[in-house]
């Protein structure tokens, strides 16, 4: 067998590898990327096997198809456990593959969980939709800009046929004019885009059945539900909801030692893009749920709307996780799941007097 230990970068990657049957140690330096497909292609023909590990990075997507095609081991490991398992103060690329070589060799290294390809090639169209109504989101400001600095202050009711009409009839200079015109123009391109990468996750959704338990959670849909079966992966890969929070960046930074305990902002650590749904859903949660409303006024008026809404998108995705990890639809969760603070018993759970009142007293 052949392990390698690989430093990459987008152009070219440094690898430190050894036969276990001859101990032969050997470093390369293979550039992107005829070179280094060609040397492992080299490998593959001498039928042995081979694993490789490297950190956790970016631009090598081809990388990982080339090694999935040759059928070799790829092991992608945490970045940060690995450079923390670095002892020297000298850093070179040299050094970091033989780092990862010998985790590789001492069983030591920070293997990480990958999704599929089909996982990533979902998750592709999600960031496709989400970065389209960004660019909506900014073309619409732009507009709103000009219609207010002729005195035009329509809102939302700008993009009804009316408003719309009031806009085109602004009397503005001719570059103005020009820019007025180049944007209406790019926002009715992005309409019909926008609108049919919405349905494509309508669809990719209803095939999913974790997609579609979550979905019967108030404020939560397709695209949020879609999301978080996504990139969470597998439920079982976690223990509890405080591992579900932590690993989506929704906890506080956390900076204590002795007796002092210093609590930051929340860590951002996790996928930002599904940090952000699960905040636009809760919003949703707190104008349909009147239990989730008083807590979130309540977080409010002590420690302000920013803080509120983190911590509503955090009881969300821990609800969201619970529903996934028990196979419960938002129903059963409410039957079965926990009543702590809530007034009374659960639904299903007798308090004391019942039990004593239905259970005749023993006879001595």
Same mark, same amino acid.
């Given at each position: 067998?052949?392990?390698?230990?690989?430093?990459?970068?987008?152009?070219?990657?440094?690898?430190?590898?050894?036969?276990?049957?001859?101990?032969?140690?050997?470093?390369?330096?293979?550039?992107?990327?005829?070179?280094?497909?060609?040397?492992?292609?080299?490998?593959?023909?001498?039928?042995?096997?081979?694993?490789?590990?490297?950190?956790?990075?970016?631009?090598?997507?081809?990388?990982?198809?080339?090694?999935?095609?040759?059928?070799?081991?790829?092991?992608?490991?945490?970045?940060?456990?690995?450079?923390?398992?670095?002892?020297?103060?000298?850093?070179?690329?040299?050094?970091?593959?033989?780092?990862?070589?010998?985790?590789?060799?001492?069983?030591?290294?920070?293997?990480?969980?990958?999704?599929?390809?089909?996982?990533?090639?979902?998750?592709?169209?999600?960031?496709?939709?989400?970065?389209?109504?960004?660019?909506?989101?900014?073309?619409?400001?732009?507009?709103?800009?000009?219609?207010?600095?002729?005195?035009?202050?329509?809102?939302?009711?700008?993009?009804?046929?009316?408003?719309?009409?009031?806009?085109?009839?602004?009397?503005?200079?001719?570059?103005?004019? *020009?820019? /007025?015109?180049?944007?209406?123009? #790019?926002?009715? =391109?992005?309409?019909?885009? &926008? $609108?049919?990468?919405?349905? @494509?996750?309508?669809?990719?959704?209803?095939?999913?059945?974790?997609?579609?338990?979550?979905?019967?959670?108030?404020?939560?849909?397709?695209?949020?539900?879609?999301?978080?079966?996504?990139?969470?992966?597998?439920?079982?890969?976690?223990?509890?909801?405080?591992?579900?929070?932590?690993?989506?960046?929704?906890?506080?930074?956390?900076?204590?030692?002795?007796?002092?305990?210093?609590?930051?902002?929340?860590?951002?650590?996790?996928?930002?893009?599904?940090?952000?749904?699960?905040?636009?859903?809760?919003?949703?949660?707190?104008?349909?749920?009147? *239990?989730? /409303?008083?807590?979130?006024?309540? #977080?409010?008026? =002590?420690?302000?709307?920013? &803080? $509120?809404?983190?911590?509503? @998108?955090?009881?969300?995705?821990?609800?969201?996780?619970?529903?996934?990890?028990?196979?419960?639809?938002?129903?059963?969760?409410?039957?079965?799941?926990?009543?702590?603070?809530?007034?009374?018993?659960?639904?299903?759970?007798?308090?004391?007097?019942?039990?004593?009142?239905?259970?005749?007293?023993?006879?001595?």
């Amino acid at each position: 067998m052949i392990i390698v230990g690989c430093d990459y970068h987008p152009g070219f990657q440094q690898i430190a590898y050894v036969d276990t049957e001859t101990g032969e140690l050997q470093e390369r330096r293979l550039r992107h990327r005829e070179e280094a497909e060609k040397f492992y292609r080299d490998l593959a023909s001498r039928g042995v096997r081979v694993r490789v590990g490297m950190e956790a990075s970016g631009q090598a997507r081809w990388f990982e198809r080339l090694l999935a095609e040759l059928k070799f081991e790829l092991w992608i490991g945490d970045a940060a456990k690995i450079r923390a398992k670095r002892v020297r103060k000298q850093k070179t690329d040299r050094q970091d593959a033989q780092l990862i070589l010998q985790l590789l060799l001492e069983d030591r290294f920070p293997q990480i969980w990958v999704p599929s390809w089909e996982n990533r090639d979902l998750r592709q169209l999600l960031w496709h939709r989400h970065r389209m109504v960004q660019a909506r989101t900014r073309i619409m400001n732009q507009l709103q800009a000009v219609a207010l600095n002729e005195g035009l202050r329509c809102k939302k009711k700008l993009w009804r046929e009316r408003g719309r009409e009031q806009l085109q009839s602004l009397p503005l200079a001719p570059w103005a004019s *020009r820019r /007025r015109q180049d944007l209406l123009e #790019l926002l009715d =391109r992005l309409n019909p885009t &926008i $609108a049919e990468l919405t349905q @494509a996750i309508e669809q990719e959704a209803e095939k999913c059945p974790q997609a579609q338990r979550l979905r019967t959670h108030p404020g939560v849909g397709a695209l949020t539900a879609l999301a978080f079966v996504l990139i969470i992966g597998e439920a079982e890969r976690f223990d509890c909801g405080k591992q579900i929070a932590s690993y989506l960046g929704l906890v506080p930074a956390e900076d204590s030692s002795g007796e002092r305990r210093r609590l930051g902002h929340i860590s951002k650590q996790g996928n930002c893009l599904l940090r952000f749904l699960l905040v636009e859903a809760a919003q949703v949660t707190v104008r349909n749920d009147p *239990r989730w /409303r008083n807590q979130f006024f309540h #977080l409010a008026m =002590r420690r302000g709307r920013k &803080i $509120a809404k983190v911590a509503m @998108a955090r009881r969300l995705a821990v609800r969201l996780y619970w529903m996934w990890r028990r196979g419960w639809d938002y129903q059963q969760l409410e039957q079965f799941g926990s009543h702590a603070g809530q007034p009374g018993t659960g639904h299903g759970v007798q308090s004391i007097t019942d039990v004593m009142i239905e259970r005749p007293a023993p006879l001595h």
